[in-house]
């Protein structure tokens, strides 16, 4: 991109109309991350909550050295916490394994759910099999979406140990549930994963069967 364009987006980015900051930061998409991630700071403390939110999510699909740091910082210390669980995303998609301790910290001691919940999804993005003690015990959690987030995570991280585990969760009242634990289970080999698997292509809800008729296909072999 010239440096006209950088330089136009610049200064919509400070624009006092909302629309305009967004739009502007939705252009960064093809922009190399040395250059677009100096424009995406001008708005990470914008008075317009989506705008930040975007802006965070940004600095995780656009790798540079200070991303990191930055990300780090608004999971410690910014006092909203829809703001926290957005760096605790963007942290997964960063995909920094120095992401691992704070994300454990921010589960662990995070009492939002949504903050926990976005942890518990960048564990399984980050595919650290120490988190595997941190997923199941999330998995005793009173929160529904916690449930969720940990069962995928212990797919993504390859937890064979968690099958007996999350298998309780074959007749969960939540479909949703029940999805995530077809899609977790294509990635564990494990002897109770088929017979499992079959039971759940039966399952009432078309996603479910559809899922773990694709889930059983990978553990075959025939799709990757």
């Known amino acids: 991109m010239s440096v006209v364009d950088l330089n136009q987006i610049s200064t919509q980015l400070e624009s006092e109309n909302a629309r305009d900051r967004l739009l502007a930061l939705v252009s ?14 001008k708005v990470l403390n914008d008075e317009h909550m989506p705008l930040r939110s975007m802006a965070i999510f940004a600095l995780g699909i656009k790798p540079t050295d200070e991303c990191y740091d930055i990300l780090i910082d608004l999971l410690r210390h910014d006092p909203d916490y829809g703001i926290r669980a957005d760096a605790a995303g963007a942290l997964g998609y960063l995909e920094d394994p120095r992401a691992f301790e704070p994300l454990v910290r921010a589960f662990l001691e995070e009492t939002d759910w949504l903050v926990r919940f976005s942890a518990a999804v960048s564990l399984g993005n980050l595919k650290n099999p120490e988190a595997y003690s941190v ?11 916690l449930q969720q987030a940990a069962i995928a995570a212990l797919g993504e991280i390859g937890a064979t140990e968690a099958v007996e585990d999350i298998l309780r969760f074959a007749r969960s009242e ?24 079959e039971y759940l292509q039966k399952d009432s809800h078309p996603q479910v069967s559809q899922a773990a008729t694709v889930a059983l296909q990978r553990l075959n072999g025939e799709i990757h």
């Open 174 to 197: 939540d479909w949703l549930v029940r999805q995530r634990l077809a899609d977790a289970l294509g990635h564990l080999d494990h002897p109770k994963s088929r017979p499992a698997l």
């Open 28 to 41: 960064l998409r093809n922009v190399p991350p040395s250059e677009a991630v100096p424009l995406i700071k």
């Open 135 to 145: 997923l199941v015990r999330a998995l005793n959690s009173q929160e529904v979406v």
